[in-house]
């Protein structure tokens, strides 16, 4: 399966600030997505990052809040926006590679704790 | 909408007792069927999924599930648990017919394993 790495594993932020977090796959894959667990919850799906487009959000999330970009097909990133306490939360990517539809393998997670 | 639910959020047990993780999901339609493991700490490990063909699938480390068309559940079950297999076990949900891969997650269960 593919290697998924995530930068950075873990950040303390000031509320009002903003965190990029990457996303880097070692081989070539179809889908890209983002979700959210917040603390002690499950996975809540952000959007899905598309090659060269838009990014397609969930409902709930908003592009000016969550920016993504995806510039090739393995890596891309979620900017966390104008952050506050509420958005303290693992933040994952996971991929769906070629050849291997219907399945999804997920980064390490980036551990995020705001201030 | 589709929707997960993860009966129990809490599962204790003795090691080398057997175990049974329950799920259950709402939509009618046909549905792709997951399980992921958490250890703490970590990212998401798929342990098994169900797509097509035999109800009973076998995933790593000895877990299995069985898809239960009529019942709508997809229920995680292990012989023999040890020591290690305690962490956080999350069912998923995608939908057969819309090809995007998006998961919808259960609540999740901590699994902890007593000596």
């Known amino acids: 399966s593919a290697v998924i790495s995530q930068k950075p594993s873990r950040d303390i932020c000031q509320r009002g600030t903003s965190l990029t977090i990457q996303c880097q796959v070692d081989s070539q894959v179809t889908m890209m997505f983002w979700y959210r667990q917040q603390p002690g919850q499950s996975l809540t799906l952000i959007a899905t990052?598309?090659?060269?487009?838009?990014?397609?959000?969930e409902s709930g999330f908003v592009i000016d809040k969550f920016p993504i970009s995806r510039p090739n097909l393995t890596f891309s990133t979620l900017t966390v926006s104008n952050m506050s306490p509420e958005d303290s939360s693992i933040y994952l990517c996971?991929?769906?590679?070629?050849?291997?539809?219907?399945?999804?393998?997920f980064g390490p997670g980036t551990r995020l704790t705001v201030l | 909408a589709q929707s997960v639910t993860q009966l129990d959020s809490q599962v204790p047990v003795f090691e080398e007792a057997p175990v049974e993780l329950r799920c259950n999901y709402s939509s009618s339609v046909s549905v792709y069927l997951f399980w992921y493991v958490q250890y703490p700490n970590q990212g998401l490990q798929l342990l098994l999924k169900y797509l097509s063909g035999s109800t009973l699938v076998k995933g790593i480390n000895g877990f299995e599930a069985e898809f239960n068309k009529s019942q709508t559940s997809f229920h995680l079950r292990k012989p023999s648990v040890h020591i290690s297999d305690t962490a956080e076990y999350f069912c998923?949900?995608?939908?057969?017919?819309?090809?995007?891969?998006?998961?919808?997650f259960g609540t999740g269960t901590r699994l902890q394993v007593f000596p």
């Open positions: 996971s991929v769906v590679e070629t050849g291997s539809p219907n399945e999804q393998f």
């Open positions: 990052a598309n090659q060269g487009s838009e990014a397609t959000y």
């Open positions: 998923a949900v995608s939908d057969r017919f819309k090809n995007t891969d998006k998961l919808i």
